[in-house]
């Protein structure tokens, strides 16, 4: 039965339309059979059946059945609900109740809310058509493609497709799972926005946040608010992060802290800025980076302008690494590229303005490499390393650790070692290069090549009074310690030498060429790195 204008007008006239608010008058358009019933002026109802529709503005009703009273505006229909709020927002339900003053809509049984993009499915929802925003509280879930969102309470916003998930949020997709209170989520771009204690299960990966954003078409995300990741090699904190999860890109800034999960093996990593990429196994810190490589109690501590690792296996496809030692083992031998043992396959570099600080051995330079395949770390321009009363120069130093401590040391041109033997004298070897080697983190000795290679050296007597000094020449130099300070010099052919009285010599002229104490230089202690 379609109902023509001068129907609605002759319906419309049997009521009293003072309380219908101007322009929310619900219109019938069609439906198979209708009866009409007046029981007094506040209760008059259409009742209408099969393939009712029913207009109010630009809002459609659909239903198998329904009751209209048009005193109160109210309509309460039954069976295969659909609203057509203007072409925009779908809701289906098995029941519905509507409000057509206020323009709400309460729905039962089955409800089914689309915008073209997610769907949402609950058993309860309440409606408004001016505002297109529906509210779940007994619980509900959003389907958008494989993303799946469910809570205990939601409202949905139509006008911009957000909807406010409340209450035990759970946001599953193929990638991800999401685990919160509250969540803000958009239909069209399939952003989901944090607001609370948030935890986020990404593989091996998992993320605490509370502030921050997730593209999951895009797969890129920002977390604020000091969020906190963890995955299978250690945990990182930061003041903010933003991870691009297409490319395997990331980045974290201020107060950035990398703990490794292995307590006494690994490193951390404190700076201001961190970048990683995943793809490439690879992290690039700034603004004021420190390493702490893990060796039990006494752990290696680096700082410089800029560290970088990677993994050692990439490394070698790429650039020539040579005297590659094999630490567990012992030998010096060449590393393949083909060896990705995980907990040996890494490398750091450190760039510019390098401090190095362990209990037995504290060194500077400009640049370092360092492998933790072998133990080695490299030094470059103006290396400096110190070790009790002993400091080493040249223009490139390479330092092995073994068992946590130092093993052994080779300076390459410009070799110089000096050892403070009291008041203003000390004990020098300078020469082309220098082998040193260490028992238990202390030097036991050194040899110095030349050509040819010079040293000073003190003499004391048994009482620890200086005798005299010895000025020589050698192609060979040997310097043997006890507990770390020089006790015998021993020099191999070609050897030419003078030793003078103490009063009889001029101790500043006998100092062999480059001779400079940089004790001031030194760090001291790790706090004085971690200040940094």
Same mark, same amino acid.
């Given at each position: 039965?379609?109902?023509?204008?001068?129907?609605?007008? $002759?319906?419309?006239?049997?009521?009293?339309?003072?309380?219908?608010?101007?322009?929310?008058?619900?219109?019938? &358009?069609?439906?198979?059979?209708?009866?009409?019933?007046?029981? =007094?002026?506040?209760?008059?109802?259409?009742?209408?059946?099969?393939?009712?529709?029913?207009?109010?503005?630009?809002?459609?009703?659909?239903?198998?059945?329904?009751?209209?009273?048009?005193?109160?505006?109210?309509?309460?229909?039954?069976?295969?609900?659909?609203? %057509?709020?203007?072409?925009?927002?779908?809701?289906?339900?098995?029941?519905?109740?509507?409000?057509?003053? +206020?323009?709400?809509?309460?729905?039962?049984?089955?409800?089914?809310?689309?915008?073209?993009?997610?769907? &949402?499915?609950? %058993? $309860?929802?309440?409606? +408004?058509?001016?505002?297109?925003?529906?509210?779940?509280?007994?619980?509900?879930?959003?389907?958008?493609?494989?993303?799946?969102?469910?809570?205990?309470?939601?409202?949905?916003?139509?006008?911009?497709?957000?909807?406010?998930?409340?209450?035990?949020?759970?946001?599953?997709?193929? $990638?991800?799972?999401?685990?919160?209170?509250?969540?803000?989520?958009?239909?069209?771009?399939?952003?989901?926005?944090?607001?609370?204690?948030?935890?986020?299960?990404?593989?091996?990966?998992?993320?605490?946040?509370?502030?921050?954003?997730?593209?999951?078409?895009?797969?890129?995300?920002?977390?604020?608010?000091?969020?906190?990741?963890?995955?299978?090699?250690?945990?990182?904190?930061?003041?903010?992060?933003?991870?691009?999860?297409?490319?395997?890109?990331?980045?974290?800034?201020?107060?950035?802290?990398?703990?490794?999960?292995?307590?006494?093996?690994?490193? =951390?990593?404190?700076?201001?800025?961190?970048?990683?990429?995943?793809?490439?196994?690879?992290?690039?810190?700034?603004?004021?980076?420190?390493?702490?490589?893990?060796?039990?109690?006494?752990?290696?501590?680096?700082?410089?302008?800029?560290?970088?690792?990677?993994?050692?296996?990439?490394?070698?496809?790429?650039?020539?690494?040579?005297?590659?030692? =094999?630490?567990?083992?012992?030998?010096?031998?060449?590393?393949?590229?083909?060896?990705?043992?995980?907990?040996?396959?890494?490398?750091?570099?450190?760039?510019?303005?390098?401090?190095?600080?362990?209990?037995?051995?504290?060194?500077?330079?400009?640049?370092?490499?360092?492998?933790?395949?072998?133990?080695?770390?490299?030094?470059?321009?103006?290396?400096?390393?110190?070790?009790?009363?002993?400091?080493?120069?040249?223009?490139?130093?390479?330092?092995?650790?073994?068992?946590?401590?130092? +093993?052994?040391?080779?300076?390459?041109?410009?070799?110089?070692?000096?050892?403070?033997?009291?008041?203003?004298?000390?004990?020098?070897?300078?020469?082309?290069?220098? %082998?040193?080697?260490?028992?238990?983190?202390?030097?036991?000795?050194?040899?110095?090549?030349?050509?040819?290679?010079?040293?000073?050296?003190?003499?004391?007597?048994?009482?620890?009074?200086?005798?005299?000094?010895?000025?020589?020449?050698?192609?060979?130099?040997?310097?043997?310690?006890?507990?770390?300070?020089?006790?015998?010099?021993?020099?191999?052919?070609?050897?030419?030498?003078?030793?003078?009285?103490?009063?009889?010599? %001029?101790?500043?002229?006998?100092?062999?060429?480059?001779?400079?104490?940089?004790?001031?230089?030194?760090?001291?202690?790790?706090?004085?790195? &971690?200040?940094?």
């Amino acid at each position: 039965m379609v109902f023509s204008a001068k129907a609605q007008k $002759e319906l419309m006239q049997q009521t009293d339309t003072s309380i219908v608010q101007a322009g929310s008058l619900l219109n019938i &358009l069609y439906a198979d059979r209708m009866n009409f019933k007046k029981n =007094d002026s506040l209760n008059q109802f259409i009742s209408l059946a099969g393939n009712v529709r029913i207009k109010q503005n630009n809002t459609y009703f659909y239903a198998d059945s329904a009751v209209l009273n048009q005193h109160l505006n109210l309509l309460e229909a039954f069976g295969r609900i659909h609203i %057509n709020d203007a072409d925009s927002v779908h809701t289906y339900a098995n029941y519905l109740k509507y409000l057509g003053n +206020e323009k709400k809509a309460f729905l039962k049984g089955n409800v089914r809310l689309t915008d073209g993009k997610g769907v &949402l499915t609950t %058993n $309860e929802l309440e409606y +408004e058509t001016t505002t297109k925003i529906g509210t779940y509280s007994k619980g509900g879930k959003v389907v958008n493609g494989k993303t799946v969102l469910t809570s205990k309470a939601a409202k949905y916003y139509g006008e911009t497709r957000d909807v406010y998930f409340i209450n035990q949020v759970v946001l599953t997709d193929p $990638e991800y799972s999401i685990y919160t209170d509250t969540l803000l989520y958009n239909t069209y771009t399939n952003i989901t926005t944090f607001v609370s204690n948030t935890n986020i299960k990404a593989g091996s990966r998992k993320i605490k946040t509370k502030d921050g954003y997730y593209d999951l078409n895009k797969k890129k995300a920002y977390f604020g608010k000091r969020p906190i990741i963890e995955d299978s090699t250690g945990t990182l904190k930061s003041d903010e992060a933003a991870i691009d999860d297409s490319t395997g890109k990331a980045e974290f800034r201020g107060n950035v802290v990398y703990k490794g999960k292995d307590s006494t093996s690994g490193y =951390d990593l404190i700076a201001n800025k961190v970048e990683t990429d995943t793809k490439k196994g690879s992290v690039r810190a700034t603004q004021s980076p420190i390493l702490i490589i893990k060796q039990g109690a006494d752990s290696i501590y680096v700082r410089a302008d800029t560290l970088f690792t990677a993994k050692l296996s990439d490394l070698i496809k790429e650039k020539n690494v040579p005297d590659l030692r =094999d630490s567990i083992k012992g030998k010096f031998v060449q590393i393949p590229s083909t060896d990705t043992d995980s907990t040996s396959d890494q490398f750091f570099e450190a760039y510019s303005n390098v401090k190095i600080f362990t209990d037995s051995m504290q060194a500077i330079g400009d640049s370092l490499f360092y492998s933790v395949k072998d133990s080695v770390f490299r030094l470059f321009k103006n290396p400096i390393v110190w070790s009790d009363e002993n400091q080493i120069t040249g223009d490139t130093v390479y330092l092995f650790m073994q068992n946590k401590q130092p +093993e052994k040391i080779m300076v390459f041109e410009n070799a110089l070692a000096i050892s403070h033997a009291g008041s203003n004298y000390y004990n020098q070897v300078a020469g082309r290069t220098i %082998n040193g080697f260490f028992i238990d983190g202390k030097l036991d000795s050194l040899r110095c090549k030349g050509s040819p290679a010079a040293s000073v050296y003190y003499g004391v007597d048994e009482k620890g009074k200086f005798f005299g000094v010895n000025t020589a020449t050698s192609d060979v130099i040997d310097l043997y310690f006890i507990k770390g300070e020089p006790n015998k010099v021993v020099f191999r052919n070609q050897l030419e030498g003078t030793t003078y009285p103490m009063r009889q010599v %001029n101790h500043e002229t006998i100092k062999v060429k480059g001779f400079q104490w940089l004790h001031n230089k030194r760090p001291k202690s790790k706090f004085e790195i &971690l200040s940094y």
